[in-house]
């Protein structure tokens, strides 16, 4: 799960559940690579190289 505010104010959670162990998301399996997100001021990345749409991030994340 990651918890997102976004700049117009707009937060909420969006599960990584779905994707984790898929393809390019294989690499955050590990909890620690997991762990390691942040963001480049646009989206979610993580060190292994892997990103994820800001659309995706917006569109799909629900409000606590």
């Known amino acids: 799960m990651l918890y997102l505010e976004f700049q117009d104010g707009r937060h ?6 779905p994707l984790i162990g898929k393809g390019v ?8 690579e997991f762990a390691a997100v942040r963001s480049d001021g ?3 990345v993580w060190q ?4 994820i749409a800001p659309e ?3 569109e799909n994340c629900v409000a606590p």
Not at 12 to 17: E, L, P, Q, R, T
């Open 56 to 58: 995706e991030l917006y």
């Open 12 to 17: 909420g959670i969006y599960d990584m559940s």
């Open 25 to 32: 998301f294989a690499k955050l399996s590990n909890p620690s």
């Open 42 to 44: 646009f989206t979610a």
């Open 48 to 51: 292994c190289g892997v990103d």
